[in-house]
């Protein structure tokens, strides 16, 4: 399967997770890694599977370096219901309220674009005593399951003809 | 062919990732004056916000290359000179960082007990505290100068429940010196209005939430005040409408101009009106500068190695990046980008000195050092971070 990764990060944490997720599952797969600030929206044209990795910056915002793809597809929405998503959402819950808010804004921009979220997004909390990265790379393995189930699923539907 | 790099800050181990990933076959060797990595992240953020320090298992990861290794508790211009260095390795890189905390000056204030933001952060975070400060073991009053996040922190570690910062892991010897005080006013003190602050909201609403202590502020110094930091300034006005109760306080004063400290007190102006603030201790907040290394130059105004878009002023093969090529910015994403920045031109340089001219064998120079440098495997072991 293919999927796009947009790495959306402000210290490389968000990164660094990312790539944790390829080394887990990437075997067989093409997921391609891209840092928010050098991607613009154009890319999700000919995306059909999109996993956001993105934390989240002072109060509640997007991290400066994928603020200026952020906003361009904010002001221009694309329509993007030939995509499916899903999010993993960097945070400290010493933020209170807007806890992983970075990850939790993209989940609605995209929503808003029409796209079809696979998963409930995770949440992962730097001031915890989890393993962040475990903790991603088993949400990912749901994640790739039902991104597959939804490949086939379409797959079956536009060549019924198929035995 | 190999590379040096001064310094295990955000500065060292950012630039380090860069390198190593582009360079996989090249040996990185990290250069670390104490003997534990990390920099500003082990010792300058308050050891309560673990989230910020979470960015070390980035580094950990970073650590793991085969390429990469870590030379700690060797001080680079005193257990090794640049010279050596550049002889050693095809590139040097300089990252050590902002870690001398700036003390505010003014007439009779060397009489006063005192110490930086810095220091204190570093003495919470389990580190040495400098030979030269003497704490007093009691006092009433304890006075931060300076208006950034680096006062916040020093207050709100002074002013923790002891259980607190057990949990958050500063040291017994530290919290008992802290509750044997009998401390029972901090007050931050700042030159700006409550509107050219450089404080965060998160961290100016953490003195909100203490059970000993509460925030205390003047209306007379939020009404009008005008300046960038309008976030700021509605949490400050927000303190200013709160009735005082039972608790200590942590009291702010702005527009301050300092004069003199004598016997205990600072005397300073606002807007022409004195003002006396009781000060057994000061804890210096205003900012950090570079420590100088030897044989390297050195702006002292400006608190950090001159240097030409990264290359070091009058060296040939050695950069400097982070906070020692320009203090300030406060931010480990800072010092991300800065890195970022810097290396498409180190892989450049290094394409093109890499293996010209008789080099020495850099493992030759390190059999040289003295015996107990830090290894990895060392961290690994000894660290508390890593033991887990």
């Known amino acids: ?163 | 062919m190999a590379i040096a790099i001064v310094g295990s800050g955000p500065a060292g181990f950012y630039t380090a990732d860069l390198l190593s990933r582009s360079l996989p076959r090249e040996p990185i060797h990290l250069f670390e004056r104490a003997a534990l990595p990390y920099g500003l992240v082990r010792y300058g953020v308050a050891p309560d916000h673990s989230g910020t320090k979470a960015v070390a298992r980035l580094f950990e990861r970073v650590m793991k290359r085969a390429n990469m290794s870590f030379l700690g508790n060797v001080e680079v211009g005193r257990d090794i000179c640049i010279d050596s260095l550049e002889e050693a390795y095809d590139l040097v890189v300089v990252a050590s960082g902002a870690g001398v905390g700036k003390q505010y000056e003014c007439p009779g204030i060397d009489q006063a007990p005192s110490i930086t933001g810095l220091e204190l952060s570093v003495w919470f975070n389990g580190g040495p505290l400098p030979g030269t400060r003497e704490l007093p073991a009691r006092l009433d009053s304890i006075c931060i100068i300076g208006n950034g996040n680096v006062a916040l922190d020093a207050a709100r570690l002074l002013a923790k429940p002891a259980s607190a910062l057990l949990a958050a892991g500063v040291p017994e010897s530290v919290i008992n010196w802290r509750e044997e005080l009998g401390l029972e006013e901090i007050h931050i003190c700042g030159r700006g209005s409550a509107a050219q602050t450089r404080f965060s909201v998160i961290e100016l609403e953490e003195l909100d939430e203490l059970p000993r202590f509460c925030p205390v502020v003047d209306a007379s110094d939020v009404e009008g005040a005008t300046g960038h930091n309008t976030e700021a300034l509605h949490v400050l006005q927000r303190y200013s409408r709160q009735a005082a109760d039972s608790r200590a306080a942590i009291r702010f004063h702005f527009e301050q101009e300092i004069q003199r400290y004598q016997s205990g007190e600072l005397q300073s102006m606002q807007q022409g009106r004195r003002r006396t603030i009781p000060a057994r201790l000061i804890v210096h907040a205003i900012g950090q500068r570079a420590a100088p290394i030897h044989g390297l130059p050195f702006d002292h105004d400006k608190g950090c190695i001159p240097n030409q878009s990264g290359l070091v002023e009058g060296r040939a093969r050695t950069y400097v990046v982070g906070w020692a090529a320009q203090p300030g910015g406060g931010q480990i994403a800072l010092s991300r980008s800065r890195a970022q920045s810097l290396a498409p031109r180190l892989l450049e340089e290094f394409e093109r000195t890499a293996g010209r001219g008789p080099r020495r064998d850099p493992e030759r120079l390190l059999a040289s050092l003295k015996r107990d440098v830090v290894s990895w495997q060392d961290v690994l072991q000894a660290d508390p971070w890593h033991i887990r």
């Open chain 1, 1 to 163: 399967m293919e999927a796009l990764f947009l790495v959306v990060t402000m210290t490389g944490t968000s990164e660094m997770i990312a790539e944790d997720i390829v080394d887990a599952h990437g075997a067989g797969h093409e997921f391609t890694l891209r840092l928010a600030e050098h991607a613009q929206p154009s890319i999700l044209a000919q995306t059909r599977q999109l996993l956001v990795i993105s934390s989240t910056y002072g109060t509640g915002e997007v991290p400066t370096p994928g603020k200026a793809f952020f906003d361009a597809l904010s002001k221009s929405p694309m329509d993007l219901s030939h995509l499916r998503y899903g999010v993993i959402a960097l945070g400290d819950t010493i933020y209170g309220d807007t806890f992983a808010n970075g990850g939790r804004q993209w989940d609605t921009l995209l929503k808003e674009c029409g796209a079809q979220r696979l998963a409930e997004p995770l949440l992962l909390d730097a001031s915890g005593q989890d393993d962040m990265s475990g903790l991603a790379v088993e949400w990912a393995e749901r994640w790739l399951k039902l991104a597959l189930q939804a490949e086939g699923a379409e797959e079956n539907a536009s060549s019924p003809s198929k035995v």
